[in-house]
């Protein structure tokens, strides 16, 4: 029943493949909020 | 439901974690699916490119949005105790199937000019999947994180919020890498180059989904007790005193008053928070009309350009997305009721500035706008945990998705009220400041009635749990726990 801690290389991952995609986003929306701000 | 399913690596017994599994790897395969399934606040980008090829009225295609949104009340709350029965990972491979057959059904329906089948595709069967994938994830998160379940569902519904964020600018820019005379200001994109689009999205997030599906897990033991979790290392013995025990199912627990108030605090929450949302460009322009020059022959003008506006949109998009990470979060510190005071209370304030000083300034009224946003998402992403609080994990999936129903009313209720307010007014987008007050002073009713609701959540008497009977058969990890009602 028992099995290899999960690593971090695995972690790491799993974070990235869901990170990414999201700082995509959040980055695609500053830049829109931005103009708020420049006009 | 109950029949066997094809696929036994996605039963629940096989999706139950080992030793050394650590729980850190369960928010990412919750974000998977909550990114993709978040889209679904990102269909306005079709709906003109929509309305030109089926030629028909922005109503009709509007429809396809609302079908998907009540589907998702539907669906989450009536299918909520099979997903507790059959644990996340079929749940989110299930989710996964319709979300991703729902874009492919929808695109043949572009391909073949039949809105129907978008109705049926991404309305319905897409609806599905977004029910049973909102509340899967959650569900699972705050039995791996019993020590901080506003941390976890937080995380989660911050992924619902970030996924219009991410399908917003990505399917535009689809549709122009398909059509590319899409890409000028006025243009819209073929019929062609959505139907494309939704095949590149239903692929993708199909893929996105089952990532999440094959990395969920399931705490050991009894339904992801903190006990269990505690004694197989997953999580810190140091909070188990955090532990209630309460055990009370979804079918007591409509019973209960408790799951009413919160009923009516989310609903009150979720109205107060569409009324800035709906109406968020053209409001900010109408608080900042200036009256026309005498003499001149052009309306009154607004000193907000619609680029501005669009900026105001982005950022109540950026702060609705925090306050579901950061609030819900803090009120693993702060306590459920407490932060719901704040929400709702600080809420009526916010409210009450934004009708009567907000003009004063374009940053004063971003600052309270953003703010209140901030809790309307907060609201959202603390519920689950608050439901946790008074049920316990055992249904706590079924029972979110039975009070998601207030959502579903209260995305038909708030546009209705504060459109017809509005209107009463004029047209959005040639009013001014104080044609907004009447519909902002509503919001400060509605926001009123939740808090007192609030104040009337007190714990779930007795009669309503569950006892455990430990009896052999249920005590192997991967059965399926049996609670029986005994007489206390």
Redesign the interface.
Known sequence: ??????SRA??AL??L??GI??G???Y??????????T? | MRGKFAFPFLDRSRSIA?????R??VP??A??VH?SIGQVYAFSVFKRALQAHFATSLTAIAWIFSLAIVMLGLSAAFLGTWVERNGPRKAMFTSACCWGSGFAIGALGIATRQLWLLYLGYGVIGGIGLGVGYISPVSTLIKWFPDRPGLATGMAIM?FG?????????SVRLMQAFDPRAAAPTAIASGDAVMKTFLVLGVGYFA?MM?GAF?VRLPPGSRGSLAAATSTGHVSPKYAPLQTGVTISAANAIRTPQFWMLWVVLFCNVTAGIGILEQAAPMIQDFFRVPAAAGSSLGATSRV?A??A??????L??CN?AGRFIWSSASDLIGRKRIYVIYLGLGMVLYTLLATVGSRS?ALF?GLAGMILSFYGGGFATIPAYLKDLFGTFQVGAIHGRLLTAWSCAGVAGPLIVNAIIESRGKPGALNAADYQPALFVMVGVLAVGFVANLFVRSVHTRYHERFDASPATARPSAPIQFKKVAP
């Open positions: 029943m028992t099995q290899a801690p999960t695995r972690l799993a974070w493949l869901v995609p999201l995509y986003g959040v695609e929306t500053l830049l829109k909020a931005a103009k708020l701000f006009g | 080992k030793p050394g599994f650590s850190w790897l990412p395969a974000l998977a990114l992924g970030g996924g219009a964020l991410i399908a917003s600018p990505l996105v990532f990395n350009s680029a501005v669009g900026g105001f949109v982005g950022l998009s950026m997305m374009t971003a």
